[in-house]
């Protein structure tokens, strides 16, 4: 039988696949997981580890977000917002509670900012921020750093936040969920993607699923400011996590071996380093 080229990479995909078990996902476990799927890292394509759950999803994350400040304890991470991130911010508060895990050192960059929207807004990505990690950890507040959703000047804002970024060193550890259509940070599918940071107006797709967050759907912000995929690409380690089917179709496009501007997440086919964390219904089984 002659197989399609997205079906031999498909099926390189599963036999390669890790499959993890209650308690497997400590350091050490993922340092072997690392080593176990080498040969298709080395080939560039994306690590995946299938977890069972919502929960060994974010233990699994928190662990590898764990091991980078323990390697690097001033590590720049790149932070992300939405339901899916609130497990592994759960268990990494639970690691500096535990004595674990020292943020002192560490300096933050979101990824994104509803716009315009006040920080004191609690639909704010400021607000979930303070509200599922900062409060409970020690990153010093000068170290914190999320685009400003009430910029007078939004050009200014995600100049000097590139600059930034730049001016840290670069993003050790960068933290993605995927949005229903493909999206990362807020780079919503369309025919051409911005690299920088960039204000940028939400599809109606998005604005739909984040809905959830809000009172009403009018309240939901029309736009936001939100890196690029040039500052995405630039981070040295890429962590995707995806949960549920409504994931499916997104994480579907991404095992095979197209790139396109209206899958955002695809583009994350040409980086090195990616290792994309899922359950068994966001990888559409
Ligand atoms: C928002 C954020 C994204 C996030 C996405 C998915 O739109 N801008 O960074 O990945 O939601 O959110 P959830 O994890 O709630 O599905």
């Not at 943020?103 to 929207?117: G, H, I, Q, R, W």
């Not at 025919?191 to 107006?201: I, M």
């Amino acid at each position: 039988m002659r197989l399609s080229l997205r079906d031999r990479y498909i099926r390189a995909m599963r036999v390669s696949l890790f499959k993890t078990t209650a308690g497997m996902c400590r350091i050490d476990a993922v340092a072997a997981i690392s080593r176990k799927l080498l040969p298709l890292h080395c080939r560039k394509s994306m690590q995946i580890i299938l977890c069972d759950n919502y929960d060994e999803i974010s233990a699994c994350a928190a662990n590898i977000v764990k091991a980078t400040v323990k390697a690097k304890p001033n590590a720049i991470l790149g932070l992300a917002t939405g339901s899916t991130p609130e497990g592994m911010y759960r268990c990494l508060i639970q690691d500096y509670e535990n004595g674990d895990l020292d943020f002192s050192a560490v300096e933050t960059f979101n990824l994104d900012e509803y716009y315009p929207l006040s920080a004191e807004n609690e639909q704010s990505y400021h607000y979930y921020m303070n509200e599922k990690l900062f409060r409970y950890i020690n990153v010093p507040a000068d170290k914190i750093h999320i685009l400003n959703g009430e910029a007078s000047d939004p050009d200014a804002e995600c100049k000097a936040y590139g600059d930034a970024i730049s001016a840290a060193g670069g993003i050790d550890l960068q933290i993605l969920g995927i949005g229903e259509n493909g999206h990362i940070g807020f780079n919503e599918p369309d025919e051409y993607l911005r690299a920088d940071v960039h204000k940028t107006g939400l599809t109606e797709s998005t604005v739909n699923a984040n809905a959830r967050f809000f009172a009403t759907r009018d309240e939901v912000p029309r736009y936001a400011l939100t890196v690029g995929i040039g500052d995405i690409l630039r981070a040295k380690k890429i962590l995707l996590l995806a949960s549920g089917e409504k994931k499916a179709a997104a994480v579907r496009a991404l095992l095979d071996d197209h790139i396109t501007t209206q899958n955002p997440a695809s583009l994350l086919k040409v980086h090195s380093d990616v290792l994309l964390i899922c359950d068994r219904a966001a990888y559409g089984e």
